[in-house]
């Protein structure tokens, strides 16, 4: 878990009170002025109210600019951002025609396919001239193509699973099969910084929920004990199901599940473990098979195996990957297969192809030479950014690096300042994360020469200074080290 500096965690408490206390008082003169205008909707209930509101007026308003930042070209490792201007101190902002071109550290491209693609980009344009870009039907009507049926049996092959079904988004597949998989009676029980899919499947699914320290299985352990001692609420009988749902790789840590130790204790205790390798598929592991390949865990040891074809792939959609049973009672329960159009020709040719680049099967070394600059890529950054004196989330191999910004003031600081020098970064805040634990989330591509990461690192390093977010002491280049050792001499 993070500890924050008490000082860190003064000031920015301290920053938001502010803010808060300020909007407070111009709501309060706003009601004033409110009172004396005649208004078109007397006698209905505002129907944007409370905390969510206010904090959406009275602060992320002032920053929104450094938010849903649109572009006109691919996500690849530079990419065309359109500039927008605001009029009104930030409550609308307007596009302009003017273009900037940006050193990309916030799309998820992690192998580089979302740009156009030697063999990946021909096939996909093939398969929008052959079935068009929707199927315009779900699964059990007309969406159901040949691509559809060799996208499941190609994924399933390469996740080493008996069977596989897609859906056309990644965050249904979270929020959907939950509550298909999941239901009164059953227990869920899920990491206290799963995803939001995560999150509200679990509510959606009607079982009871409980959560264990973030990647902690010694606290996993604890809570299953506790959960399987007592049974179901009132009534105390055993629960129908347990299911244990962990990320692969958490998107706003950066952090590796520590997979073997969850899956040792899931079996101990008859749990089921469901495993969401949204960023880690294709991203790690010698072949890109993920956390399981990286780690070392058998894929038969976990159940429900989750992805989404969005980060490492260069297209859209998620998956679920299980036993031949349970992907057949997907099919016939799953409102996201029932009743959602299937996920586009095109996009699921674009997987199809990637995953073949990924295995060598098209021919050539470019998959392995692409996984092997990701991860050299995402170590090398990762380790100077440390140097310089950034506190950095996650672990090795991982291609997601937060850097730590905590007070809110630093939040558009660092954003702007780095788009200033043509580095587009991506800042989170609450509510997505916690309240004080606001950060920059870098995501690290196959696509990025050592040219790139070395601007960004100079970039990087110039706006911290600026702002004052390198709470470590730097590590003395070795320049310098061996002008201090002539110096002794």
């Not at 002032?62 to 500039?83: G, K």
């Not at 916030?106 to 693609?117: E, R």
């Not at 910084?193 to 264990?212: D, K």
């Amino acid at each position: 878990m993070i500890t924050i500096p008490y000082v860190t965690a003064l000031t920015t408490y301290f920053s938001y009170g502010l803010l808060f206390a300020f909007g407070q008082l111009r709501d309060f003169f706003r009601r004033i002025l409110d009172w004396w205008s005649k208004s078109s909707l007397q006698g209905y209930a505002p129907i944007c109210l409370g905390l969510e509101d206010f904090y959406v007026r009275r602060l992320y308003l002032r920053i929104q600019d450094c938010f849903n930042r649109p572009i006109s070209s691919s996500p690849d490792a530079w990419f065309d951002l359109v500039e927008r201007v605001s009029n009104d101190n930030n409550k609308t902002l307007n596009r302009t025609t003017r273009v900037k071109r940006c050193l990309n550290l916030g799309s998820y491209n992690y192998l580089g396919f979302a740009a156009a693609d030697e063999y990946c980009t021909p096939r996909a344009i093939e398969t929008l001239k052959k079935f068009s870009p929707s199927s315009c039907s779900s699964r059990v009507d007309g969406g159901t193509t040949t691509l559809h049926v060799e996208l499941e049996k190609c994924v399933a092959n390469f996740l080493g699973k008996d069977a596989a079904i897609v859906f056309g988004m990644g965050y249904v597949t979270n929020s959907a099969i939950l509550p298909v998989l999941m239901g009164k009676g059953s227990l869920i029980i899920s990491d206290s910084l799963n995803h939001n899919s995560i999150v509200n499947g679990a509510r959606g699914s009607g079982a009871t929920i409980r959560v264990f320290q973030h990647n902690t299985p010694s606290h996993l352990e604890k809570v299953l004990r506790e959960q399987i001692a007592e049974g179901q609420p009132r009534t105390h009988r055993p629960w129908k199901k347990i299911m244990v749902v962990v990320e692969g790789i958490y998107s706003m840590e950066g952090e590796l599940c520590k997979l073997p130790e969850i899956v040792s204790i899931c079996k101990k205790y008859k749990a089921y473990v469901y495993l969401d390798e949204a960023h880690s598929i294709g991203a790690v592991g010698k072949t890109g098979r993920g956390v399981c390949e990286l780690l070392g865990v058998d894929t038969a040891d976990v159940d429900i195996l989750m992805g989404t074809f969005t980060k490492s792939f260069g297209s859209c959609g998620g998956y679920i990957a299980g036993s031949k049973d349970l992907i057949e009672y997907l099919k016939y329960a799953c409102p996201a297969h029932l009743y959602a159009t299937s996920i586009s020709p095109p996009a699921a040719e674009q997987i199809i192809s990637s995953i073949k680049v990924i295995l060598g099967e098209d021919g050539s070394s470019r998959g392995a030479q692409k996984l092997a600059k990701i991860r050299e890529n995402s170590n090398f950054f990762r380790s100077e950014l440390q140097k310089m004196g950034f506190e950095v989330l996650g672990d090795n191999d991982s291609p997601v690096m937060p850097i730590m910004l905590y007070n809110p003031a630093k939040i558009p600081a660092f954003s702007r300042e780095c788009l200033k020098r043509n580095v587009a970064v991506v800042t989170v805040a609450f509510p997505a994360t916690p309240l004080l634990l606001a950060r920059a989330r870098i995501c690290i591509s196959a696509a990025h020469t050592r040219e790139d990461l070395v601007k960004a690192l100079e970039v990087i390093s110039e706006v911290g200074d600026m702002v004052g977010i390198k709470y470590f002491p730097a590590e003395p280049k070795k320049q310098q080290l061996e002008g201090d050792r002539v110096k002794l001499e």
